[in-house]
């Protein structure tokens, strides 16, 4: 390891995900980002840079459409979000353009004449990461997230270590990397980075079970834990299954309020997670707070679940780590 994790409970949201190139050349994301931070009362944002490839074993992955964010873009939200006493993660991220999870990119792992391959496929990936890595040391972003939920890859070791090997001759600050939920005692490659990082969208029900487990796995890689992403829908039924954005019935504040109560109460009584990142809080598209009772997504803006957040980062906000 060359870099700390920042000694202070980061307490992120996701911000401007899968925004297009340009976006910040209006207006509707600074006041976004000023909500976010004046509501929630977060002290860092996590902003998403998204390469999209056509399907789950496509080799060829686009960086540098106009479906994603630029170096322009990341700058003025960055720059931004400092203004506003924010910390700023950057994290790289891939999504199919065919609508399957990333989880399921998938190769066979022995070589078969004419079948894409995994040496094609990370070449493709290594690429975009260091791109963003690039960015992430220009910016002097407090973190850099190398990856998020890419199931089907995490057991490729040595191509992993590579691609780490590769953004620290970019980046000079702590990486993580964002494992789904349910793998953080699964991956062989934990050493490589600074910081462990995972989903944490866990039923309300299984939440303490699941971070006895974290905190294990934690000890055993000896690293420090953070919740790259976690959250719960205001769906009728989402407490139960945070995960599935298409799961549960009509709206339910009552159901998100459940599910973020419960959490940020397991977080206090498991002080060894240093960090959350809320999903997620939209950068051009944020809904106006009188219409809150009528939106079923993760956001929190004007929601019960706004004001569990907001006493949870009253007491977050005074945590601080000695350095590792």
Same mark, same amino acid.
């Given at each position: ?7 202070v ?5 996701? *911000? ?5 190139r340009?976006?910040?050349r209006?207006t ?9 931070a ?6 860092a ?11 789950? =074993? ?6 540098v459409?106009?479906d ?42 022995? =070589? ?10 990370? !070449? ?14 220009e910016?002097?972003?407090?973190? *850099?997230?190398?990856g ?37 005692d ?8 600074d ?31 953070? *919740?790259?992403?976690?959250?719960c ?27 973020? !109560? ?11 997670v ?8 939209s ?14 997504? =993760?956001?929190?803006y ?8 907001r006493? *949870?980062?009253e007491? !977050?906000s005074?945590r ?5």
């Amino acid at each position: 390891m060359n870099a700390n994790v920042p000694d202070v409970f980061l307490n992120a949201c996701t *911000f401007a995900f899968c925004e297009k190139r340009g976006f910040t050349r209006g207006t509707a994301w600074r006041w976004s980002l000023e909500e976010m931070a004046r509501t929630t009362g977060c002290n860092a944002v996590i902003l998403p840079v998204c390469a999209w490839q056509d399907h789950a =074993y496509s080799t060829v992955m686009d960086s540098v459409s106009p479906d994603v964010m630029d170096a322009e873009d990341v700058r003025a939200v960055c720059a931004h979000a400092r203004s506003l006493g924010l910390k700023v993660i950057l994290k790289a991220m891939v999504n199919c353009r065919d609508g399957y999870w990333r989880a399921y990119i998938r190769f066979f792992d022995s =070589y078969v004449p004419t079948e894409p391959t995994w040496a094609e496929w990370f !070449a493709s990936w290594e690429e975009h990461v260091c791109r963003v890595a690039v960015m992430a040391e220009e910016n002097r972003a407090d973190m *850099f997230c190398i990856g998020c939920e890419m199931v089907g890859t995490d057991h490729r070791d040595a191509e992993w270590r590579r691609v780490i090997a590769a953004v620290r001759q970019r980046y000079t600050g702590p990486i993580t990397y964002n494992c789904d939920k349910y793998q953080e005692d699964r991956l062989t490659w934990w050493d490589a980075v600074d910081a462990m990082s995972s989903s944490g969208y866990y039923p309300v029900d299984e939440i303490e079970e699941n971070l006895a487990r974290i905190e294990r796995a934690s000890q055993a890689a000896d690293r420090p834990f953070l *919740f790259m992403e976690c959250g719960c829908p205001s769906r009728e039924n989402s407490q139960r299954r945070p995960n599935d954005w298409r799961f549960g019935g009509d709206v339910s504040m009552a159901a998100q309020a459940e599910w973020y !109560a419960a959490f940020t109460d397991a977080l206090k009584r498991h002080p060894f997670v240093r960090g959350t990142g809320w999903w997620d809080w939209s950068a051009t598209r944020l809904y106006p707070a009188e219409t809150a009772a009528d939106n079923t997504g =993760y956001c929190t803006y004007g929601k019960p679940a706004n004001e569990i957040l907001r006493r *949870f980062s009253e007491e !977050a906000s005074a945590r601080r780590y000695g350095k590792e």
